[in-house]
Structure formats: C-alpha cells, structure tokens
C-alpha cells in the first residue's frame, strides 16, 4: 500500500500506526521532491494540488508499506 501526502501530521501518525501494529514500513520518506533516491514512480505523478504545495515550499512526503495478517 502507498500513502503520498502533504501533511506531516498524516505522515507521522500513519507511521505510528503501522509500527504500533507491527505492519512492514517498506520505505518512508519526508520530502520525496528534495531527497535523492526518492522512487520514480513516486515523483512522475504530480497532482494539482501538490504543485500548489510544492511553490510554497511545503514537503511531500511518501510512505510504502505492507499490512500483516
């Protein structure tokens, strides 16, 4: 499952539930626009309103992850 969004928050959260639930983060990242190595299929799809983010400055981040059970 993937989970790309503008809010940290959300991003955070996300995260802690997965651990918390012992579910597999296969990889996260909190600005996948700035950082290298940042997976492609991620980066080539740009929504509206990330564009609209993005001319603000403000992060994408990305989470992958595996739900157990």
């Given at each position: 499952?993937?989970?790309?969004?503008?809010?940290?928050?959300?991003?955070?959260y996300t995260l802690?539930?997965?651990?918390?639930?012992?579910?597999?983060?296969?990889?996260?990242?909190?600005?996948?626009?700035?950082?290298?190595?940042?997976?492609?299929?991620?980066?080539?799809?740009?929504?509206?309103?990330?564009?609209?983010?993005?001319?603000?400055?403000?992060?994408?981040?990305?989470?992958r992850f595996k739900?157990?059970?």
């Open positions: 499952m993937n989970l790309k969004t503008d809010s940290e928050f959300m991003h955070g802690g539930l997965l651990h918390g639930a012992g579910h597999e983060v296969l990889y996260a990242n909190h600005n996948v626009y700035k950082q290298e190595g940042s997976p492609e299929e991620v980066t080539s799809i740009q929504t509206f309103y990330e564009s609209q983010y993005l001319e603000q400055n403000k992060p994408i981040t990305y989470i739900i157990n059970g």
